[in-house]
């Protein structure tokens, strides 16, 4: 148990489709992250929410819709995506001590589409 | 931009060996710099991490090393086992209010038995 769960662990979607990736923290952070992790290229942070407010948009194409209900759960919306979309999406949080602080991962969605 | 530049991208080495990577940042205002290991498969990891204030630290068979004036970090694992193979990401935060955490292009480690 990884105290950030993401489901669902694997998923399959076709470029018309509207899916949506889930993470849950139980660790009592108040800042949770999407980045995109693609083959041979570094962690890509997309968004950033701190205490519920997207405080970073890293110049993800709408097509990536975030969402933060409240502290403890984050979302991905997804609609009409890009074969080139087809990554692992790791959701992160940390805790109140701020930028000083280490991220703490889930175990990731696997994004595949086609 | 703000950029976190890694090297090597792959580094294989004897098991008993020591394996070191190093990072370069450019933001000057970077205060906290985090390791991550990544098996095949699984999420990454935390193992260990250095704030500003600090030089050096150490953990077992593993340090990070900070030089700010240089702005430069390197990870050095001491007598590598297999299991130590993985892929490591260096990362810099960028800002304290957003923690905004910039990561390196990761390094593959293998570790030969």
């Known amino acids: 148990e990884t105290g950030v769960t993401q489901t669902p662990r694997h998923l399959v979607m076709g470029m018309t489709n509207k899916k949506s990736l889930k993470c849950e923290q139980h660790?009592?952070?108040?800042?949770m992250y999407w980045y995109k992790q693609s083959a041979k290229k570094p962690l890509e942070l997309m968004f950033v929410y701190s205490l519920e407010e997207r405080v970073e948009n890293n110049s993800v194409p709408s097509r990536f819709s975030p969402e933060c209900p409240n502290s403890s759960h984050l979302f991905l919306h997804l609609h009409t995506l890009q074969p080139e979309d087809s990554a692992l999406y790791l959701c992160a949080s940390r805790g109140r001590q701020g930028g000083n602080s280490p991220l703490h991962f889930g175990n990731g969605t696997r994004l595949t589409v086609t | 931009g703000e950029n976190v530049e890694q090297h090597p991208s792959t580094l294989s080495v004897q098991e008993g060996d020591s394996a070191v990577i190093k990072c370069t940042y450019s933001?000057?205002?970077?205060?906290?710099f985090p390791w991550y290991k990544q098996e095949l498969g699984k999420r990454p990891q935390l193992i260990i991490d250095i704030r500003s204030n600090v030089g050096e630290k150490k953990d077992q068979r593993i340090a990070v090393t900070l030089n700010k004036t240089a702005k430069h970090f390197s990870l050095h694992i001491t007598e590598t086992q297999p299991e130590d193979s993985a892929v490591y990401f260096c990362a810099a935060t960028l800002s304290s209010n957003t923690g905004k955490l910039i990561f390196g292009q990761g390094t593959t480690l293998q570790v030969k038995p």
């Open positions: 660790l009592g952070h108040n800042a």
């Open positions: 933001d000057s205002a970077s205060n906290y």
